[in-house]
């Protein structure tokens, strides 16, 4: 599928040329100044943010996450971050992973419109279900849980992964499993043996996917809990924003929290871009 | 009463009387296990998501409202009242220029970057890596940083505006500017996913249809416009489809940049549903705006299918 080397291409920038140069620099720039903004905040005195000429580059001190971790219940936050997104990603991923293999594997009658059903489900927008799911959650003791979050956002990423592994099962020929069948393998042998080394490059992408995506959520936490014990990052940025210093905003520590939160995403995004991009445009394009 | 005994004949059925053909023990199983694998996945998307919805529905029928302490059926009655409130009109309106305006900049944006990943240069994996940025950071952190990017005394944005032109530059007094800078922020967040997808789709396109066009003599531009734009039609359409659909119902940014201000400049319906519902407590009230939101996605879903079968285009 990929088009390699000196081939033409349509309305080309001309490679290395300067016009190509200027952008990739301009590219950089707008990618990564607001980047720059929020590491150079959240390793700064809170005094040397409020200096006129600016101080592009302060000198670095820990202080910010010192001052969040004795001022909120930091490694708190952080660890229900946590939780609430791998185990977002675990459920999402079971489900979805036999969800999916039913729907490539079984001829079923109506399971066209029932995979188009579950993928149309994913255009219904979150916000608009918050008021009766909060009901929900009240009426099953989930609400306030970091359970319950990890099971409204299970849901929410189940139709796109579903519909991603699809797509990927169906490339694994048939035959390998009909051979296990025939001699007499259970199906979680089959799942465990057979399918999910094969299709571990999709479960690797869309957990990443998943992952992220729950680690980023806001909207579910910020609903539907309120506690330490299972409030997230997400939420807690917003209520590090609410307070007020002497000075105004503390940036410093708004910034901290932005910095932590945005850390193990791009190191995930390192080393892993090649999945990722392959889960996110095998979405699209399939 | 065909179809019945059409089943009789296939299984050769002695027994007179049989409703439906029977289905063989293998199949029967085998649907069994088709239900027991798709029932986690569609119980809770039934749980979480249909019958919210209806209860979204019903309820915006309702003056639901658990400070007031009210439960009623008022049939339409909460419609009218959405439709009078200045706060959700003035949502309503920034909800469609926000999303229309921010797609079509993003369309136009994430090809631009799509074109420059794929050329060729030093520097283009650091290029493609620093892509995904934008895409992976939280976006109430894209929010608050960009906020923080323009504050009017010590960003650095204004600063450099000052610096440069002496103007002063004041990013979120005058709703315009506002409105500018969340639209903008919203480019930044999701043109290069847009790239992503278009960077995909060019590599696509088969090269037998450039050198058939070069042969024939077109230009750069004319081969872009003939092959390039017809081939990833359908992939663009899509792709804004889900984008019109995503950003309808989300909040994130608008939260952490300008909480809708100032005034209500800059408020969505999403941020609308989640102050006077999980906020304010208005139950009824909340649901009817999230009603008003379904339409306008029913709408926006409505004109993109009805776009993806114009331009489904096959060679």
Known sequence: MMVKGQAIRPARFKSGSLAVYAGFALFTLVILVPIYWMLRSSLANAADLIKLPLVYFPSPTLKNFDTLVTQVPFFQYVRNSLIFALGTTLVTLLVSFLAAYGFARIPFPGSGILLWAL???????????????????????????????????????????????????????????????????????????????????????????NFINAWNNLLYPLSFTTS??????????????????????????????????????VILILFSQRAIVRGLVGGAIK | MQVANAGKVRN??????????????????????????????????????????????????????????????????????????????????????????????????????ALLLDASFRGRAFARTINLIPWAIPTIVAGYAFRWLLDDQFGLV????????????????????????????????????????????????????????????ASPWHRFWGVTVPLIMPLTITMVLFRLVWSLGSFDLVYGLTQ??????????????????????????ASAISVLLLILVACAGVLGLWLFRRADVTY
Request: no cysteine; charged share 10%; hydrophobic share 55%.
């Open chain 1, 119 to 209: 993928v149309l489900s994913m255009a219904l927008p979150d916000v608009g279900t918050i008021v009766p799911l909060y009901r929900v959650l009240k009426d099953l003791h989930l609400l306030d849980k970091i359970g319950g979050i990890t099971l409204v956002m299970s849901s929410t990423l189940a139709p796109f992964t579903v519909w991603v592994l699809v797509s990927f099962i169906k490339q694994v020929p048939y035959e390998i499993e009909e051979a296990a069948i025939i001699d007499g393998a259970s199906l979680p042998r089959i799942f465990w043996y057979i399918l999910a080394p094969v299709t571990l490059p999709g479960l690797v992408t869309m957990g990443l996917i």
């Open chain 1, 228 to 265: 330490p014990s299972s409030k997230t990052l997400s939420v807690s940025i917003t209520e590090v924003f609410a307070g007020y210093s002497p000075w105004g905003k503390p940036w410093e520590l708004i910034m901290a929290v932005g910095v932590t939160m945005t850390v193990p995403i």
């Open chain 2, 158 to 217: 204004p600063y450099w505006i000052h610096q440069l032109t002496g103007i002063r530059f004041v990013a979120f007094i005058s709703p315009l500017s506002a409105q500018l800078m969340v639209v903008l922020a919203h480019v930044w967040k999701d043109a290069p996913f847009m790239a992503f997808v278009f960077l995909a789709g060019l590599q696509g396109v088969p090269q037998e249809l450039y050198d058939a066009a070069r042969v024939d003599g």
């Open chain 2, 260 to 285: 809708g201000g100032p005034g209500v400049a800059t408020s969505v319906l999403a941020l609308q549903i989640f102050r006077q519902g999980i906020l304010f407590f208005k139950f009824g009230f």
């Open chain 2, 12 to 113: 050769g059925s002695a027994v007179p009387v049989r409703a439906r053909p029977a289905l063989s023990r293998s199949i029967r199983r085998r649907y069994w296990l088709f239900v027991l694998l798709v029932a986690p996945a569609f119980l809770l998307r039934l749980a979480t998501a249909a019958f919210p919805i209806l209860q979204t529905m019903y309820l915006s029928l309702t003056n639901l409202n658990l400070l007031k302490n009210t439960n009623a059926f008022i049939g339409l009655q909460n419609f009218p009242a959405v439709a009078g409130d200045p706060g959700v009109r003035a949502a309503l309106s920034f909800t469609v220029i926000l999303v229309v305006g921010s797609t079509v900049l993003e369309l136009l944006v994430g090809m631009l970057v």
